[in-house]
């Protein structure tokens, strides 16, 4: 006979190792290939939005504080994913402009070379273009450079941001609720709020692998995604639908 309570435990515990472990095989993917083009920017977005959703009702529903905590760090995570495909795509349009600044230089040059029997005049103008190209395209890498440690320190920030922000909301609803006196029945009773939270985040949960789906049916190419992220995450669901089916019978933990 088995155990429904052990049964339930135990897939809790996996399904929380795979949602914890989701992101690293795409991080390294996108690391190693230096791009984060096969991830649709939409995808993204709205998963992040589940999990501020989701967030918002573990805090609002002063769930256990190992829920705030994993609720915390599913939005960190996806805000770091979001930050590395950003600064990946914006790395390759640099690269990109370089090349296409390189080649009038190359031009010119070519040029130069052919014309070295024409007069000091035209020389001259050749070189002090070329002088001047060179220090335009200097100015524009320097300010770049400036943009995407701009970009790094306001990514930073918005991560410490959302993490102190939650961190403190999460101990002021917590202790609200510890000393609040109103105890006949308020555990039982589900505020409607929290409830909208956990919907919307489902919702938005499942709308989430549309935008992906239609990018990889538009590019007729999987390439840059990578196979164990979503793996765990099909695995970190079919985990929870166990431990769903081991709690059927609990008619409130089916509710919330």
């Known amino acids: 006979m088995i155990n429904h309570t052990f049964a339930s435990s135990v897939a809790g515990y996996l399904s929380i190792v795979c949602w914890l472990i989701v992101f690293t095989p795409q991080l390294w993917e996108n690391y190693r290939r230096k791009s ?20 918002l009702g573990v ?19 996806d805000m770091g994913l979001i930050w590395q495909v950003i600064y990946y795509r914006q790395q390759s349009k640099r690269v990109y ?5 390189d080649i009038p230089a190359l031009i010119d040059e070519s040029s130069s070379l052919l014309n070295t029997a024409t007069t000091s005049y035209t020389n001259n103008t050749v070189i002090s273009s070329s002088n001047s190209s060179f220090i335009t395209i200097t100015d524009t890498k320097k300010k770049q450079t400036s943009g995407t440690k701009l970009f790094n320190l306001i990514s930073a920030i918005s991560i410490v941001l959302v993490t102190v922000v939650s961190c403190y909301t999460y101990y002021n609803a917590h202790w609200k609720h510890q000393h609040g006196g109103d105890d006949d029945g308020q555990s039982d009773r589900l505020e409607f709020l929290p409830q909208l939270m956990g919907w919307s985040s489902a919702l938005l949960y499942v709308g989430s692998r549309i935008p992906q789906i239609l990018k990889n049916w538009r590019n007729k190419s999987t390439e840059g995604l990578s196979f164990g992220m979503f793996t765990c995450a099909v695995m970190g669901n079919v985990f929870f639908t166990m431990v769903n089916i081991a709690n059927i019978s609990d008619e409130f933990y089916m509710r919330v």
Not at 36 to 55: C, E, I, K, Q, R
């Open 97 to 101: 402009q370089h090349q296409e600044e």
């Open 36 to 55: 984060g083009d096969g991830l649709s920017m939409t995808f993204l977005v709205v998963w992040l939005a589940g999990d501020v959703f989701n967030l």
């Open 59 to 77: 805090i609002m529903q002063d769930l256990l504080v190992t829920m705030f905590v994993l609720a915390l760090y599913y939005t960190v995570a």
